[in-house]
T-cell receptor, first 113, second 116 residues
Framework: DTEVTQTPKHLVMGMTNKKSLKCEQH?????MYWYKQKAKKPPELMFV???????INESVPSRFSPECPNSSLLNLHLHALQPEDSALYLC????????????FGSGTRLTVV | AQSVTQLGSHVSVSEGALVLLRCNYS??????LFWYVQYPNQGLQLLLK????ATLVKGINGFEAEFKKSETSFHLTKPSAHMSDAAEYFC??????????????WGLGTSLAVNP
């Protein structure tokens, strides 16, 4: 299995809703990432988990809450989002060493209304 | 500090023509460099990577890139463009921070259009 699977593929939520994005990989990668991407822009790093521990939080607002239940799963909990949070949310995983490329999921297209 | 510059935010080529997408990097340590492709409404796919082995790196879909230390460049090429190559292309370099946290530093991307 060489894929990163993200669900759901599309999500529309109101500003008062709570929802979660899910990410799963079975490649044995010990680093997992959440990125936010706006159209025609490079992805922006949000969080990094290394060996199931949060190692990087790029000053992301608290309305985004990551969780890593085990080495294969990564969640992103969403609460009280703003319309400007509408974007493509990408999950990725990689081997720990610096030379490793990242494997990306196909993303969740989030629209906040 | 590591950084990546992609020259040309939009490149247009004819089908069958050479594709050349430019990437220059800045790095205080030997870099690890990557090219990713993103097709419309999809995630990012690794095309190829340079990890200090061969300087000419072959990737998927007929793409290749050459690492030139003297020019601090890692340009992406393909001899003959296909319509299916139309996509957004991102160059990236690995940054390792204190505490061994690792990030990718991204270029701004180049949108490739292929004309029939």
């Amino acid at each position: 299995d060489t894929e990163v699977t993200q669900t759901p593929k599309h999500l529309v939520m109101g500003m008062t809703n709570k929802k979660s994005l899910k990410c799963e990989q079975h490649m044995g990668h010990r680093a997992m990432y959440w990125y936010k991407q706006k159209a025609k822009k490079p992805p922006e790093l949000m969080f990094v988990y290394s060996y199931e521990k949060l190692s990087i939080n790029e000053s992301v607002p608290s309305r985004f809450s990551p969780e890593c239940p085990n080495s294969s799963l990564l969640n992103l909990h969403l609460h009280a989002l703003q319309p400007e949070d509408s974007a493509l949310y990408l999950c990725a995983s990689s081997q720990e060493e610096r030379r490793g490329g990242y494997t990306f999921g196909s993303g969740t297209r989030l629209t906040v209304v | 500090a590591q950084s990546v510059t992609q020259l040309g935010s939009h490149v247009s080529v004819s089908e069958g023509a050479l594709v050349l997408l430019r990437c220059n990097y800045s790095s205080s340590v030997p870099p690890y460099l990557f090219w990713y492709v993103q097709y419309p409404n999809q995630g990012l796919q690794l095309l190829l990577k340079y990890t200090s082995a061969a300087t000419l790196v072959k990737g998927i879909n007929g793409f290749e890139a050459e690492f030139k230390k003297s020019e601090t460049s890692f340009h992406l090429t393909k001899p003959s463009a296909h319509m299916s190559d139309a996509a957004e292309y991102f160059c990236a370099v690995t940054l390792t921070e204190a505490g061994n946290n690792r990030k990718l530093i991204w270029g701004l991307g180049t949108s490739l259009a292929v004309n029939p």
